[in-house]
């Protein structure tokens, strides 16, 4: 089943312990579209929607050189990035999935808007839209069936502390379920019914591999979102057992991500490489 996804495509530059790479191949909807695109029958990426502006492509440099879970950001240089404004090919208007990356939420809506075969919606955002675009922001989260983000955004976004006071704030605000991605320690999945209805067993934390060297984190969210849409795009059929696959198929390609610089490791997956991964998974976190 095939998902659009609109977002940034860029060139990186990044500095980890594992050392440095200039202009390598980035942005959100990049790493998204690479993840994704193992679960579609026929791998591709459909890249008719890539629009080539006249003009310096977006560039983003940062590194992370105190804490390999948090970004230090040197540089961003918007270029043509900053005059962005997302024309849909017809080819995608009857995608059924839909992908919000981390772009301007009036942006996100305006997709959104343009895509009504839709039937489920998935978003990312990032603090800078949380501190100073908030009323644009709430207006796309109540399209969300599902919002994927890091924990310090689910508490800035929710102005609480605590994870699962924080979660259900962010429910009440619009989307169904809601991905809380926490770094090397995995990620938990909120749902709404649960946020309502008091029952805790919705709620499900799948771990993060334990890595021997984390290479190069940049992606790594993205890359999960891309695991986690991707392997729902292509259920028969949506049912709470799917989404806890989604969170291991999420947590399986994030943990891929990191393994080398930019999207190297993204770009020379197999689905083989993929399942066996997922295997890894369940024995780390299952009991006999
Ligand atoms: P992640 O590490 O998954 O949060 O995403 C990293 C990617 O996000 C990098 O490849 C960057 O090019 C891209 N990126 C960084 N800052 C922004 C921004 N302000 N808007 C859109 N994409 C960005």
């Known amino acids: 089943m095939a998902i659009t996804v609109v977002g940034s495509v860029a060139f990186d530059s990044i500095e980890t312990p594992a050392g440095k790479r200039k202009r390598c191949l980035g942005g959100a909807a990049t790493y998204f579209s690479l993840a994704a695109s193992y679960f ?76 009504p075969k839709a039937r489920m919606v998935a978003g990312d955002t990032m603090n800078y839209w949380i501190k100073d675009h908030k009323p644009a922001l709430l207006e796309v989260l109540k399209e969300l069936d599902v919002l994927l983000i890091n924990d310090t955004e689910v508490r800035m976004l929710a102005g609480k502390d605590n994870l699962v006071q924080a979660a259900r704030a962010v429910l009440a605000m619009g989307p169904s379920s809601l991905v809380v991605k926490h770094g090397e320690y995995g990620a938990t999945l909120f749902h709404a019914a649960a946020a309502k209805g008091e029952q805790p067993k919705q709620t499900f934390r799948a771990p993060a591999l334990p890595l021997d060297e984390v290479v190069d984190p940049t992606g790594a969210g993205d890359s999960f979102a891309g695991g986690f849409f991707g392997y729902l795009a292509a259920q028969p059929e949506i049912t709470a057992a799917s989404y806890r696959n989604a969170m291991f198929y999420g947590s399986v390609m994030g943990s891929f991500a990191c393994e080398r610089f930019g999207t190297e490791r993204m770009q020379e997956l197999s689905r083989e490489e993929i399942d066996q991964r997922f295997k890894l998974f369940r024995e780390l976190t299952h009991l006999d």
């Open 40 to 115: 579609t029958k026929a791998r591709g990426i459909d890249m008719r929607g890539i629009e080539r502006a006249k003009g310096k492509s977006f560039f983003w440099e940062g590194s992370y050189m105190d804490d390999l879970n948090q970004a230090k950001t040197h540089i961003t240089d918007l270029n043509v990035f900053a005059a962005f404004e997302p024309k849909i090919p017809e080819v995608y208007a009857d995608s059924e999935f839909l992908f919000l990356a981390n772009i301007d939420p009036v942006l996100q809506r305006r997709v959104r808007e343009a895509m």
